[in-house]
């Protein structure tokens, strides 16, 4: 299946799931990743996600990883000025944030992040395939920031819905995941 046929049909199912299914299954996916060792992730890009999508809430691994290691440093992306790249800043007690085109929070301020500091990279996506490729929402940014970061920096990913079986239109410029947390089980590619 193609990725504009994948975004719409996975972002429909999404946006008809319950809250009360909503809660159980993130529940489910904070245990999968409580499985996984931590103490090592010192930089974590997050990302502010987008309710109105019914987007699993990060934020809640956010506090994992912070909890397992507490100096751990986390970071959301920005869009840059060109309107084509991201950069990743500091999210501290202190930032101010504002909603960007797309009206998804970025922080104004915080220092920018060098992309080779991230240890773990929480990656969004609509749908992902049994090879680890991800389906987003179609502006290619995050495929041009994970190129930028280092080759062993672990790129993880959570979905309501299991694997897909292929992404037909997977091209060069398309970064697979490390992993994928659903309710029912963690993927390793």
Request: charged content about 25%.
């Amino acid at each position: 299946m193609l990725k504009k046929f994948i975004r719409r049909e996975y972002l429909g199912r999404r946006l008809q799931i319950t809250d009360e299914e909503s809660q159980l299954q993130s529940d489910q996916m904070v245990r999968n990743l409580q499985t996984f060792d931590l103490s090592s992730i010192h930089f974590l890009l997050s990302y502010y996600p987008l309710h109105e999508r019914k987007e699993f809430d990060v934020g809640l691994c956010e506090k994992i990883v912070q909890e397992k290691n507490p100096g751990s440093k986390i970071a959301w992306p920005k869009l840059c000025a060109d309107n084509v790249s991201m950069e990743a800043h500091l999210i501290t007690d202190h930032n101010y944030f504002v909603k960007n085109k797309y009206n998804i929070l970025e922080p104004v301020g915080g220092a920018a992040v060098d992309p080779n500091l991230f240890d773990l990279i929480f990656v969004p996506l609509l749908a992902f395939d049994l090879k680890g490729y991800r389906v987003g929402y179609g502006k290619g940014y995050y495929d041009r920031y994970l190129v930028k970061c280092r080759p062993d920096a672990v790129k993880m990913s959570f979905s309501f819905f299991d694997a897909i079986e292929c992404i037909d239109d997977i091209n060069e410029f398309d970064v697979p995941l490390n992993y994928c947390i659903t309710p029912m089980r963690i993927y390793e590619f």
